[in-house]
Nanobody
Framework: QVQLVESGGGLVQAGGSLRLSCAASGSIFSINTMGWYRQAPGKQRELVATITSGGRTTYADSVKGRFTISRDNAKNPVYLQMNSLKPEDTGVYYC?????????WGQGTQVPVSA
């Protein structure tokens, strides 16, 4: 059973920074992709950033240059450093793991950004 637990969310002012963490537990194959998605109120969940076990990263255009995704190793954990936050970054941030074609989700952590 794979579980993902996010931490690090919270209220922040525009222009500020936050660092989200996601720890995975359970049987995790060493070749995988982890990432962060977010869902703003009334909107669909969207990709923020992903990182493969080999370290290759992708970012949504809206966060390029401001957010950085990283991981210590192929299994655990993954971080999202968010700088220069904007009110439009507000949402619930979900950790995602894809391994052997199966997706897993964390429970989400709130990131409200005040103007």
């Amino acid at each position: 059973q794979v579980q993902l637990v996010e931490s690090g969310g919270g209220l922040v002012q525009a222009g500020g920074s936050l660092r989200l963490s996601c720890a995975a537990s359970g049987s995790i194959f060493s070749i995988n992709t982890m990432g962060w998605y977010r869902q703003a109120p009334g909107k669909q969940r969207e990709l923020v950033a992903t990182i493969t076990s080999g370290g290759r990263t992708t970012y949504a255009d809206s966060v390029k240059g401001r957010f950085t995704i990283s991981r210590d190793n192929a299994k655990n954990p993954v971080y999202l450093q968010m700088n220069s936050l904007k009110p439009e970054d507000t949402g619930v941030y979900y950790c995602n793991l894809v391994v052997l074609g199966t997706q897993y989700w964390g429970q989400g952590t709130q990131v409200p950004v005040s103007a």
